[in-house]
């Protein structure tokens, strides 16, 4: 394992360096392991979904990712949330899709998992949109909820990553979940 920093490593994979892919992924695994973790807990104990394929999908979508310009630990991290909040969504609205009645076909277990709640019964399709109409009205603030919920960065890096100050960041955080409860809410009762 290479004693290389994180933030070293992510530039040279951007600048087409797969050594550095190699050396990168044994470094950030138990982070995303961690991160992965978080999800999940957040997700029905009869998930179908496991820790390790939610990694495993992240991870293939973030190879995919590309023309990144990796700035850091941090936006890597962000970055990885963003793409396992994804996962999870792509997963619940397939399970809702194939329980309204949609095209009958063969499908990996892991894909017919049930739909994904969080830990207070919340849709997280309905999670899912309300952030995407948060996104259109104030992207930072879309941005925060994503590091710290999704991301599980602290204060501190998230006002980091958003280059903004931890007081900024605080604030937009107990606008955006006052916001989104409010949306979910109003959802729900429709």
Request: aromatic letters at 6%.
């Amino acid at each position: 394992m290479t004693s290389r920093p994180i933030t070293d490593l992510l530039q040279a994979w951007t600048a087409g360096d797969q050594s550095a892919l190699a050396d990168l992924v044994p470094i950030v695994h138990d982070e995303l392991r961690r991160l992965a973790r978080r999800h999940m807990r957040r997700e029905r104990p009869d998930h179908t979904l496991q820790t390790s394929a939610l990694i495993n999908e992240a991870y293939l979508r973030l190879r995919g990712v590309h023309r990144v310009r990796w700035r850091d630990r941090a936006h890597f991290f962000a970055m990885a949330a963003r793409l396992m909040r994804r996962v999870l969504t792509d997963h619940a609205r397939g399970r809702r899709y194939l329980k309204r009645g949609g095209a009958l076909r063969t499908i990996p277990l892991d894909e017919a998992a049930d739909v994904a709640l969080d830990e207070r019964g919340r849709d997280l399709v309905a999670l899912d949109a309300a952030l995407s109409q948060l996104e259109a009205l104030d992207s930072r603030k879309s941005r925060v909820v994503e590091l710290r919920f999704f991301g599980g960065l602290t204060v501190e890096e998230t006002a980091d990553v958003l280059k903004v100050s931890p007081d900024t960041v605080m604030r937009d955080w107990r606008l955006a979940k006052a916001w989104l409860l409010r949306q979910i809410n109003g959802s729900a009762e429709s």
